[in-house]
């Protein structure tokens, strides 16, 4: 769809624009506040520093960031064989011109990310908790959601956007701590050495300012990060050509009470579903950083016809009960018949809880490189990566096993 990725570089424009100016705005504030006679100008030179070498790590190392904040962890095929396949089916199905990289997120918490500079360049991030609840088609629904999200051209506009609202948030809270510990250090400084009422205005919207910059920004951020979800939402469909399995994985992901504790404000609109939610609290529609999990799960389920754009769109408008169309002109005028699968029944699926809870733990310590020992007993032995020993012995049976080296 050429019109969303079209769309997608005039609101990474306006994006840069308007947080520019809330930068640059700061910057004159807080700099005047700090010094009277030089400080604005001075601010100001400061902030386009501070511009300049964040376009430079949001193009260059954004996504890195992202991911290291996220304590994501690289991993080859041999720690989840099935999350690669997947992968690769669906880069295949969108025809990404190179296989993301893989990432696995040492959490319980079930969800899933997508980050990179562009198509060439990008990595798909999920949480070991997620691998261990899905059976694989709701694994795929999931993987082409985020797979439609580097098609669309989300990502490089979503890791720009979490960068320069990091920024932002980054420069009022050290303005606004520094001035707390400098009142409780100092005291206060008479109104005519510092520049009189004049000055004292200039404090006020400074400090008015860093509180709201960030406010605004988030709530920029997070208006432009909902759309994307129903986007990604009919792009994934159209992938799998199976909208339960997507359904399903929401479901799952939504009824889990278990928490990110790697995700941040800045981060949480990258993920499949909101990881900052607090059970017993709902967001207000401009604080949330996704659309209603329960319409995304409704729409879905109402595709009773197709897979196609269109068909979402007829979902999105029954449900929604509005006709404001959320898929782009191009994609609403190919009527391409693309029927709807059947599941792959019991494949993949997790037997009970008990089970799930071991996958869980095999993965986690998989990801933390642990090497797993089989002994003819029965006993699976988990050596950590730190051992320097070059036999163990089995704690149950005695025997004598070789350590992979």
Partial sequence: MWELIQANKRKSFFLFIGMTILLLLLGYFIGSAVNPYSGGITGIVIALIILFILNMISHFSGSKILL????????TKKVHPQLFN????????????AMPKIYIINSPAPNAFATGRNPKNSAIAVTAGLLSMLNR?????????????????????????????????????????????SSLAGGRRSSSSRGGQGQLIIMIIAIALSILAPLFATLLYFAISRKREYLADASAVRLTRYPEGLASALEKIAGSHEELKTATKVTAPLYINNPLKRKGRKASSLQSTHPPIHERIKILRNMAHGANFSDYQEAFSNVKGSVKPIIPASGLTDHEDIQIRKGEAGKGKIKNARQSKRNLEDLMLNVDRYDFINCVCGLK??????????????????RKHKTIK
Avoid: W
């Fill in 86 to 97: 997947v992968v690769e089916e669906m880069r295949i199905a969108s025809n990404l011109p």
């Fill in 68 to 75: 290291a904040v996220s304590n994501a962890k690289e991993v």
């Fill in 381 to 398: 032995m988990k050596v950590p990566p730190g051992y320097s020993g070059n036999e163990i012995l089995c704690p149950r049976c005695g």
């Fill in 137 to 181: 088609d709701e694994l795929q629904g999931v993987v082409a959601h985020e797979t439609s999200h580097i098609l669309n051209r989300d990502i490089r506009f979503m890791t720009y956007a979490s960068i320069m609202l990091g920024t932002i948030v980054l420069i009022s809270e050290v303005f606004l701590r520094g001035m707390f510990y």
